[in-house]
């Protein structure tokens, strides 16, 4: 459009220096610029109008160019984001899997460990518990078995000491009647007085 332009512009430029003379002459008579003139004149304002749209829409492509880059770029980052996604999203799909299968594999494992028990180890286990049972009741009857022994231990005991006091208690009593049995006293001093007292009156 520009060397449209410019060609006009070189075209109309040649025919007024052309017809400089004639133009002078008529309008020296009263008459108008030529008719090829006005034509080429009018031509050379459209192009440079259309010169003028064409720069406005050249900015504009540009523009929208700008901004279709721009947008190309938010794509691709957003279709790696979005890749990315994907690929995280794969690996946690893997490690679920992954995980399913151990926990179905432990399942198996459980189901087979209980199928294999055999009655003996049930028994083995029931045996065992019983032995604890009993080994506890036979704590406990030691420990209340010890407390009743020397309970009575100690009430033997009181009892013995009782006796032997008891004993001594009455060994003293005999040996005293023995003793007033045996001998008697001296008569008092008094009783011999009164005696003779008498016997002078």
Do not use: C, F
């Not at 460990?113 to 065992?128: A, I, M, N």
Request: charged letters at 30%; hydrophobic letters at 30%; zero cysteines.
């Amino acid at each position: 459009m520009q060397r449209q332009t410019a060609e006009l512009r070189r075209e109309l430029e040649r025919v007024r220096s052309t017809g400089v003379g004639g133009a002078s002459s008529t309008r020296g008579a009263g008459g108008s610029p030529s008719l090829l003139e006005a034509q080429l004149a009018g031509a050379v304002l459209r192009a440079e109008e259309a010169q003028r749209h064409l720069e406005e829409w050249e900015r504009d492509l540009q523009l929208t160019t700008e901004h279709a880059m721009d947008l190309q770029g938010e794509r691709d980052r957003l279709r790696g984001e979005v890749q990315t996604t994907r690929s995280e999203r794969d690996q946690l799909r893997i490690r679920a899997e992954a995980a399913e299968a151990q926990v179905a594999e432990a399942t198996k494992e459980l189901a087979a460990l209980r199928v294999q028990k055999s009655p003996g180890d049930q028994e083995e286990v029931t045996r065992l518990r019983a032995e604890l049972l009993a080994s506890r009741s036979g704590a406990s009857a030691s420990r209340a078995t010890g407390a009743s022994v020397g309970q009575y231990l100690a009430g033997s005991s009181s009892r013995q000491r009782n006796e032997e006091e008891e004993r001594h208690r009455q060994g003293d009593g005999s040996a005293q009647s023995g003793r007033g049995g045996g001998e008697m006293p001296p008569p008092p001093d008094r009783q011999e007085g009164s005696g003779e007292s008498g016997g002078g009156h």
